[in-house]
């Protein structure tokens, strides 16, 4: 399980019949901060119309949490297509705050999804990211024999090494991609691993 994550704040401004869209971008790590960012939007662009928003906490896939508001447009044209277009990224633990100027020019319901989303699509496409990759955690021991085999499996499957200890065998603590986890069991059990214990910690 892998997603993008922000490394700092993005800014974007779409233009839609003289409606102005100032997207921005922030990296979140719960709900309260999502909130802040909001509040922070909000004086930096104290005279928009409406502050439409949405975020996403953990992954894009299976998120933890995630919410959205229109902050006055019509229901359904604005917060939900914002979060729709993150739903479809690769990115998590991101909160997206469009701050509208209105131009004079109606756009419509379907032109305010259209904006709305096109606006997001913008920031997204000007951020810079780093790659998160949720991990689980395991205590292995092997033999010193195998250690070489081992050592090669974790480069194949981008397991990290974080602690290893000479004695009674090799004892391996490591932390195993999600996407790799089958791989590395049956790498254990085809090598009749002897002691194979999960800490349930993630990093």
């Known amino acids: 399980m892998t997603y993008k ?3 700092e704040p993005a800014f974007h401004t779409h ?3 003289k409606s102005l869209f100032n997207a921005a971008a922030y990296p979140i790590a719960s709900r309260t901060e999502a909130m802040d960012t909001l509040a922070k939007q909000k004086r930096s662009y104290p005279d928009a119309r409406h502050h439409c928003w949405a975020y996403l906490l953990g992954s894009p896939q ?3 949490n995630q919410g959205y508001n229109d902050d006055g ?3 359904g044209t604005a ?3 914002i979060l729709n277009v993150i739903n479809h990224s690769d990115y998590g633990d991101i909160m997206i705050v469009i701050s509208r100027y209105f131009g004079g020019v109606k756009l419509g319901v379907g032109g305010l999804v259209r904006a709305y989303s096109q606006a ?3 920031v997204l496409q000007n951020t810079q990211t780093t ?3 949720k991990r689980k ?3 292995i021991v092997i033999g010193f024999h195998q250690e070489s085999s081992f050592r090669q499996l974790a480069l194949k499957l981008n397991i990290e090494l974080e602690n290893i200890t000479y004695e009674h065998g090799v004892q391996i603590w490591v932390g195993v991609p999600y996407q790799n986890e089958l791989a590395f069991l049956d790498w254990c059990r085809h090598l009749q691993i002897p002691k194979v214990n999960k800490n349930c910690v993630l990093n």
Do not use: I
């Open 62 to 64: 299976q998120p933890s």
């Open 137 to 139: 955690r395991y205590h």
């Open 73 to 75: 447009e019509p229901s």
């Open 15 to 17: 233009e839609n019949k």
């Open 131 to 133: 790659l998160l990759v």
């Open 120 to 122: 997001t699509k913008d």
């Open 5 to 7: 994550l922000l490394t």
């Open 79 to 81: 917060g939900k297509p």
